[in-house]
């Protein structure tokens, strides 16, 4: 290494990726979407478990369970998992 | 060792808890280590530190400029994950020293099975002979998928991968998968557990018992991957449960060399009528597609010959610490 390089405390450390994916929607992603009857949900939570988007939220001050569509990519897993079948997958009526 | 945070993970504490792997991440949908490792991250128990090899799970959440992590996360090359936690454990230690730190942090380094079971194998296993303390967590989708599906040291024999296509050459791959926990064991650490996000409860005991060990433990955490598995999105958790029923992917902990079989694992050794066979869990995923082909049957045959004798071992391993 020559004088004229620079130390290690002048490199810059890394890459750095600021900004929060949270501001990335990804919910234009999906073709059926998850549509959900109240009625039948008994708030187990096993949606909000395996939603691989972490986009269902349990709301306790609402007591109900939430579905942010906007990082939904249609997946259909929490359909296939509910034990009361509360979520149906469906196609849009129109766009969303 | 004390927790800074209670652990009896109930749905809803769990529910509750924020997410530290967030959403808006680029993983396909149906993603099963998407999910796992958003799952996995809510059993920490205080300040985190993870690092992660590259694989799928590093790319798809640290696309520039966005980051899926809550935590400080340090992105490093395929091969070092784990002398990555090893450079961030020996720094945490000096800070220690130098009386700059008190508090405990802990350490989670995570990869594929292409960055655990084949290319980082050697530093992973320098890293648990040095002792250093951290968690390490395998994501195991069972290949090389993050460019494009090719067979790893994980990959199970008979899927067909981009390298191991099924045709008239090949049916699928000709090795079976490698005993990459019982490879960890011989390094006689203290704690390696395997687990699923199906049977959360148990994963996120076991993520929150690897915290705990001061020192090096190890997760082989099974995670499908509906694109290079050519499975139904939906189905990704259903195929978590159907690996464990058929004993393809046994539930099960190692601490200090002892074998234990976890609850859903140990269900199915009591009554073992219970045990489906491998058909029921390899059926309807397009890479195991052609072994229906009667002239495949063979590696049907081979499937299932091999699931019953490492499930015997197991067996046998668990029942001599029973
Ligand atoms: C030394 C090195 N070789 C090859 C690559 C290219 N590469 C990037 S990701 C990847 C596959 C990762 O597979 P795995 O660890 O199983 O994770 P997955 O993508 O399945 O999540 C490869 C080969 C690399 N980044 N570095
Ligand atoms: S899985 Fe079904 S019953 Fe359970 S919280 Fe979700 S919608 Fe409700
Ligand atoms: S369809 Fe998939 S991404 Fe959408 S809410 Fe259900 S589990 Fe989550
Ligand atoms: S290729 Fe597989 S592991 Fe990778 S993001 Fe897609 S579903 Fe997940």
Redesign the pocket.
Known sequence: MSSKDKGWKEIAPAGVTPKSSVGFMTGDWKTYMPVRDLEKCTTCMMCVLYCPEGCIRWRPEMGKIEIDLSFCKGCGICANECPTKAITMKLPEKEE | MATTQEWKFTAKEIAEKPDLFLPGH???A?????NALRMIMKATRGPTIVTEATG??EV?SSIYPYTSWAVPWLHTAFETSAANASGIDAALRILKQKGKLQEHVDVIAIA?DGGTFDIGLQALSGAVERGHDFLFVLYD?EGY??TG?QRSGGTPMGAATTTTPAGSVMPGKLQHKKPIADIMVAHNMEYVASATPYYWKDMLQKVRKGLEVEGPAFLHVF?P????WRSESAKSIEYEKLAVESCVFPLYEVVNGQYTLSTPSKLISLAPQKKRPVTDYLKGQGRYRHLFNPKNKYVLDEIQRWTDERWTILLKKAEQNA
Do not use: E, K, L, S
């Open positions: 680029r993983a396909c149906g993603c099963g280590p998407a799928c799970m798809v594929g989708n998928m993050n599906i995670a991957c509906p694109r290079g």
